[in-house]
Nanobody, 125 residues
Framework: VQLVESGGGLVQPGGSLRLSCAAS????????VGWFRQAPGKEREFVAY????????GYANSVKDRFSISREYAENTVVLQMNSLKPEDTAIYYC???????????????????WGQGTKVTVSS
């Protein structure tokens, strides 16, 4: 599975961005897809996940109520809608996929076998 992220950029605090993760080579069916982020000098951290079959979702406490993850079946794409952005959301955002969609493990980077190249998000005035 090859993953390609898009949608990053520069936005002012309080603004919104929409990140997309597209899969080539196969459908996301049977997979879980996660979003992670890594700020300079920090470890990669969990943001959100969605199970393609069934649509179960999970969020990090830091983004809950501001970010929303969803599926777009026709495009075979997972979308991360980010609202009310804060400077501390600045990071490179990565999408990842795993065929082992065990809910308790989906917040851990090591659970994912496939990763995209990342897209940069900068929140600054």
């Amino acid at each position: 599975v090859q993953l390609v992220e898009s949608g990053g950029g520069l936005v002012q605090p309080g603004g919104s961005l929409r990140l997309s993760c597209a899969a080539s080579g196969r459908s996301f069916s049977g997979y879980a897809v996660g979003w992670f982020r890594q700020a300079p000098g920090k470890e990669r951290e969990f943001v959100a996940y969605i199970r393609w079959n069934g649509g179960s979702t999970g969020y990090a406490n830091s983004v809950k109520d501001r970010f929303s993850i969803s599926r777009e079946y026709a495009e075979n794409t997972v979308v991360l809608q980010m609202n009310s952005l804060k400077p501390e959301d600045t990071a490179i955002y990565y999408c990842a996929a795993t065929s082992r969609a065990i809910l308790s493990s989906l917040g851990v980077p090591a659970s994912y076998a496939y990763w995209g190249q990342g897209t940069k998000v900068t929140v600054s005035s």
